[in-house]
């Protein structure tokens, strides 16, 4: 491949992560040091950035302050949640993202998200080739969902993983100091695919992990929740559960959606989510105490649970889309493979072409999820260990988090 | 005072914290290597584990795996909700606890808990007195919501209160990656006193704190506080509120527990907690984006960000309450003193008489809020700043949290 040389943009989008920060250093840092590329802009708010032309010069920040971005969660550059159309069938964004591009010599663009990041990622991709302005495109992953297709996992899921599974283990331990009986109900975020939900499991391992666990890739049945609950409940006095929040009925409506005889006799919508809803449900049917608990956002931007291995590999992500578009790549999507070195777990790169990627997901295999419904097996233990190993070295005033503080000076 | 040679008892009581277990490892330790105290019993679930007489002999126990018990969250010999009737007027409950403690020998008995549990404390020492029973009776204090009378501050409140400043910066940050509008309630505990929700705002300090907060010292305005939120975020596009649990209307209601108009027209009880409630009056009113956020039972139990200062003091009181007792003091509860040594903070202990302490309340200054009564004064930050201070050296296995496993032999 020729050298191409010319100004790069990165952007994020999507919902944050502990460590989308870690990527767009990773894209920032290499690009910076890269001879081929001459400028080193930020979008401010994903693709809405390009648009509105609001590029950071990446140029301007102190380089000491600038390697702290990786210990700030959320996306520093500021994130959007923007559907963009089909170039064939609309090209009025399009044209003002080439607009944008030429204007600042843009020959590279790194967009750092999950499925519809791809899928934005794609798009403007083809529109280039199409327009025949040479742009390389790269795509970085990243989703604590961890439901990117053709990755072996995603940047940002270990550490939410390592986030819910220690607080469910703490949980374990508060919920169990009384000698009185007691339901506990975890919500925990995930719409389509069972990954954070499951990894909530991770703490029976040590003897502190719930008692069932609820994912989004089978069906549920509120007979058999009850059934189940009531069973541990009456066995031990307690009962520890982990739900998705993207649990369904078997007809696909979502048990946080549904208006329950159970849960208001008169058919109001309720307020709260799921957990309150489940909990309402088990006292009304137990007469158990019962308390319910949303993780929130707190899951997604709990950095200072973030996993060393998970923080490396998200930098390591962003400093491979660099390294391949100035070899000469575009229209793919880093991904990791999965490798045993010596025995021990090891992250490879490959890079997928982005239409491969884009808008599938990968959820958890059913053969990883127990008999019964309500829990997960080894298998899906074993995958997730490796991911959530090590404490970063996180920069700390009076103890609380050192973020990074951006000067975000406009490109000119 | 003469010497007093017996066993000795520990027992907790109340909600759990990240380092009521530090309280017991300080007594549990401390008595085991003293000579004074010839065995060292620990009381399941609190009173009632002596009323049980399900006493655990801690001596079984292995050294090295006890030392873990400080960095276990939660109560881990057990706690209990137990009010003693007043033994004047009913003394069942203490003839059964002199029964047992005659039947082991027992005298010294450790309390460790909050303004309950320094009742308890108290009625058995003046019952023990009256019965002419030889025995040292002294209060360990703990509780997160820092509310107890006569000491500076209370061993679990530092590590609560980190955890909370802690996990508001990251939210604060999630809560601004967007560049739509959004609004934000963090629901924090504290049923009378603001401790906790005043320490939301250390991150104000470092640029990621709440714009408001709302403690229980002061009378709540619905109107005020939706003037408040609309200000701040027709400035700002965004609004990140910290709330106390325990806010109420001038006439005592709780807010949690109010049926107000705006929540449901039909005057129906509503499911979820607080912030929920708040969430939903915010979004009918302004129709912005809003998220309401319960730190529920993991702001107690979050042990991963316990504070290290907390945690030595924690231990401390319990060293101190052993060796005040050996001494010969009784009746007393083990406080502490804020010292200045060299300029920097350090923490003294003296000892305060039961009766002084049990059913008094301390609460936030009125000082120490602000004149608006949406936020704290930099004095009520450099009160707790000293308190979160420090990353104990938090054992864990596969980078998950190692918790204690105690074999709890019953006592012969």
Redesign the interface.
Known sequence: MSTLKGACIIGQSGG?TAVINASAYGVIRTALDDENITAVYGA??GI?GVLDDKLYDMSKEDAQELALLPY?????L????YKMADPEKDDTDYKRILEIFKKYNVRYFFYNGGNDSMDTCNKISRYMASAGYECRVMGVPKTIDNDLFGTDHCPGFGSAA?YI???V???Y???????TGMV?IIEIMGRHAGWLAGSAA??C????GPDLVYLPETDFSMEKFLEDVKRVYNATGKCLVAVSEGIHYADGSFVSEAKTSA??G?G?A????LA??LA?IVKKETGAKV?G??????Q??????A?KTDLDEAFLAGKAAVEAAVSGDTGKMVAFKRESVDGKYHCGVELLPLEKVANFEKKVPLEWINAEHNGVTEEFIEYV?PL????PDRPM???????V?LKKVLAE
Chains 1, 2 share one sequence.
């Not at 700030?72 to 520093?76: A, R």
């Not at 500021?78 to 949640?81: A, D, I, L, N, Q």
């Not at 608990?293 to 707190?298: A, G, Q, S, Y």
């Not at 959530?388 to 404490?391: A, I, N, T």
């Open positions: 944050p401010a708010h809405k700030t969660p959320s996306s520093e500021g994130s959007c949640r390592r599974a220690t607080s283990m703490e949980v331990k508060d919920a169990h100091v009384y000698d506990t991770l703490g391992r040590y003897g502190a849960t208001d008169f109001h309720q307020l709260g989510g309150t809803i309402d308390r608990i949303e993780l929130n956002l707190l997604r931007c709990g950095s200072h649970l996993s260990l959530v190993q090590g404490d005033v009076d103890s609380m988090p050192r973020f503080k």
